[in-house]
């Protein structure tokens, strides 16, 4: 079979499917597997009620049962919905928004793909990139562009602190490359759970707006809602801003539906392309977030809920990592340091090994060998011009998942860095 370069740049090897592939393979290797690699969210009963009870509501209705599964949404999405985001995101926050500010997606993956490639890759001005000012980012960025060499990414300052912990800075000294045609960050930072300071989001929309491009403000375990931020930070927008939102992390991963947030004219691009490769978004994701914005359920599910949930086990997590690594040191002459990036938002924990011997890809397969499966570091750290250490000495781990699990995935990797590698 002969393929052309999209298909074997699709087809080819890939750091998400190889994520996606690890998840669907490790329980059947091993039934007994710990899962603390993916990010799918934790089943919260008082989240699951309110979408069984939404559910159910719209299937009770004949009119709302024909719209949910026998027709198409617009290019755009339902009007509905985007109408009352709009409001309420105006009431909240002051943000000027209408309707056609707004779009609805296929999930976070796809929206990204396609507004990547609207504006960068080969081009009049020649070839074009989206730029991370502060990696390690989100893995399932790394291969969605249509050219190759499609990223470029910054370092962060490394700040250690108390207790074992360490944080993620923006480097602003840093140069923006002149080939950049969008900045681009997520908020909470997928891997790390690192928060950008209000001061830093606004320093990168001012180093956007005065070169002319866009940033991109990925908040899909963000605020608005799911809201797992664990500070007083608050939601940005502006006109140079693409912010998108994602109904996933709410713990609706099925529905495969988000938002882009952005000025109209961007919105009618994304749009049309969306529905040329898409054709329509779906509509169980629109149907269920217009029920639950009513009455703004969401918004209160996100502040009265998910964020404490998930708030209180970081605690838990750090602690489980911390005692396990201790007891570990305590009882073998081996010992590996570990910081880990102190929980910001969304529900992963980063640790850094820093005297680790081999890298974390090697670490992971041994955790694996021992039941135990959690993400090497190296791929987030996407589009660095040179090699870094660091990025050899990180690894995620979620801790959305039962305290059991995460006491017993603590304990093997306790009993994983007492062995020699």
Known sequence: MKLSRYGQRYSGQSDIIDLMQDLGSALRDNPQMLMMAGGTPARIPAAEQLFQHTLQLLLQDDDATFRLLGRYQGPKGDLAVRKLLAMQLREDHGWPLTADHIALTNGGQSAFGILANLLAGDSSEGRRRIHFPLVPEYLGYADVGLTADFFSGAKPLIQLLPDGLFKYGLDRSAAIPDATAALCVSRPTNPSGNVLTDDEVAFLDQSARARGIPLILDAAYGLPFPGLQYDDSKPYWSDNTILLLSLSKVGLPGTRSGFVIAKPELIEAFSRANTILNLAVGN??????????????????????????YQAKATTAVAAIQHALQSSHNSSHSNVPCHIHRP????????WFPELAGSSAQLCHRLRQAGLLVIPGEASFIGLAEPWQHSQQCLRLSYAVADTTLEQGAAILGQVLQQSP
Do not use: K, N, T
């Open 344 to 351: 910001e938002g969304a529900f992963f924990l980063w640790l």
């Open 284 to 309: 169980l994701g629109p149907a269920l977030a217009l029920q639950l914005l009513q009455g703004r359920q969401l918004q209160r599910l996100a502040h009265d809920v998910l964020r404490p949930w």
